[in-house]
């Protein structure tokens, strides 16, 4: 008969420091989350999507989360909220949109906008 092994804790391979982040550190590392620090809408969607044409509050293009041949994703210019009707992709700013097409993680779609404040 097989020897039996004891079940792992929940949380174990988390607390071994293997798996923290290696440039993070509480006691060193005082960054918060600044959320003016993005791009306008404006100006991160017309580079994201080149013949963009800015003539209302909304806009539609072609959808980059699936293949498209009819303009389907509509873009709020004002806060960056974006909606996809055809394949039903949607969120709140331009850092979920930069997560979703890149995908990043949290901490990485930050980093690549610069978007934190050093606290002291």
Known sequence: ???????????????????????????????????SLFPTPASYYSKQFQ???????????????????????????????FHCFGCGTKGGDVLSFHRLRYGLSFIEAVNHFGAWREER
């Open 1 to 35: 008969m097989k020897p039996t092994q004891s079940p792992r804790f929940v949380g174990a391979m988390r607390a071994h420091k293997t798996y923290q982040l290696e440039k993070f550190n509480i006691k060193n590392d005082r960054r918060k989350f600044e959320r």
């Open 51 to 81: 013949k963009l044409k800015i003539k209302s509050e909304w806009v539609k293009v072609n959808c980059c989360f699936h293949n498209d041949s009819v303009p389907s994703l509509s873009i709020n210019m004002v806060n960056g909220h």
